[in-house]
């Protein structure tokens, strides 16, 4: 199957740069380009692909809010943004707007990638320089949404323990480790965490976890 990708970046160099990495992979087709956040959402919108990759910083209609537009619009498009070093307040908005993934315009060609094979394929992604910076974002943050604590009711005492231990960056394998569980009994876990939450990856697991007290910065 061909991964059907847009790019939304307001610069024509970088949107080169991207394309030239994406086309080089059998599996991965640019189906489509945008300057600025308005024009990516009706590139989104018209193309419908599979991933879009979406810069912060863009004259008009940012990519935050782009990425706003699109997941508000129930397109089946996954968002992953485009982020700098200091940009973290972006991050974390975009994180709770429910984007798919990070990366970092400084991350080497294969993790660019990886990260479009892992979003498409229903994954979530935080660049691995990223997450801590998201992760701490959130000790600012005010008290625990209590309707997000309460839903923490639906889940098993195992579930939560998976949550826990995925909003702590632990992969499957890691997880199953820890936990002594088979990789597969893990990730049945984790669908059902996502499923009872109304939760599409990851991502959104790991924000869930911080938002709803579950887990605490440094704890």
Same mark, same amino acid.
């Given at each position: 199957?061909?991964?059907?990708?847009?790019?939304?970046?307001?610069?024509?160099?970088?949107?080169?740069?991207?394309?030239?990495?994406?086309? !080089?992979?059998?599996?991965?087709?640019?189906?489509?380009?945008?300057?600025?956040?308005?024009?990516?959402?009706? *590139?989104?919108?018209?193309?419908? &692909?599979?991933?879009?990759?979406?810069?912060?910083?863009?004259?008009?209609?940012?990519?935050?809010?782009?990425?706003?537009?699109?997941?508000?619009?129930?397109? &089946?498009?996954?968002?992953?943004?485009?982020?700098? =070093?200091?940009?973290?307040? /972006?991050?974390?908005?975009?994180?709770?707007?429910?984007?798919?993934? =990070?990366?970092?315009?400084?991350?080497?060609?294969?993790?660019?990638?990886?990260?479009?094979?892992?979003?498409?394929?229903?994954?979530?992604?935080?660049?691995?320089?990223?997450?801590?910076?998201?992760?701490?974002? =959130?000790?600012?943050?005010?008290?625990?949404? &209590?309707?997000?604590?309460?839903?923490?009711?639906?889940?098993?005492?195992?579930?939560?323990?998976?949550?826990?231990?995925? *909003?702590?960056?632990?992969?499957? !394998?890691?997880?199953?480790?820890?936990? /002594?569980?088979?990789? !597969?009994?893990?990730?049945?876990?984790?669908?059902?965490?996502?499923?009872?939450?109304?939760?599409?990856?990851?991502?959104?697991?790991?924000?869930?976890? /911080?938002?709803?007290?579950?887990?605490?910065?440094?704890?």
């Amino acid at each position: 199957m061909t991964i059907r990708v847009v790019l939304v970046d307001d610069q024509a160099m970088v949107r080169t740069g991207l394309r030239m990495v994406l086309a !080089a992979e059998p599996d991965v087709e640019v189906v489509g380009e945008a300057a600025d956040g308005l024009e990516g959402v009706r *590139a989104v919108t018209a193309l419908r &692909p599979d991933v879009v990759l979406l810069d912060v910083r863009m004259p008009g209609v940012d990519g935050l809010e782009a990425a706003r537009r699109i997941i508000a619009a129930g397109l &089946p498009t996954r968002v992953v943004v485009l982020t700098t =070093f200091d940009e973290d307040e /972006y991050v974390t908005a975009a994180l709770r707007a429910g984007v798919s993934g =990070f990366l970092l315009k400084v991350a080497p060609p294969e993790d660019l990638v990886a990260a479009v094979r892992t979003v498409a394929d229903g994954g979530g992604l935080l660049d691995p320089a990223v997450t801590l910076r998201v992760i701490e974002s =959130f000790a600012t943050a005010p008290a625990p949404d &209590p309707v997000r604590a309460a839903a923490l009711g639906q889940l098993t005492e195992r579930e939560t323990e998976v949550l826990s231990l995925v *909003a702590a960056g632990l992969s499957n !394998a890691e997880i199953a480790g820890r936990l /002594y569980l088979g990789e !597969a009994t893990v990730k049945t876990h984790v669908s059902r965490v996502l499923l009872k939450l109304g939760l599409r990856d990851r991502v959104q697991a790991v924000a869930f976890a /911080y938002e709803s007290g579950l887990v605490r910065p440094g704890g």
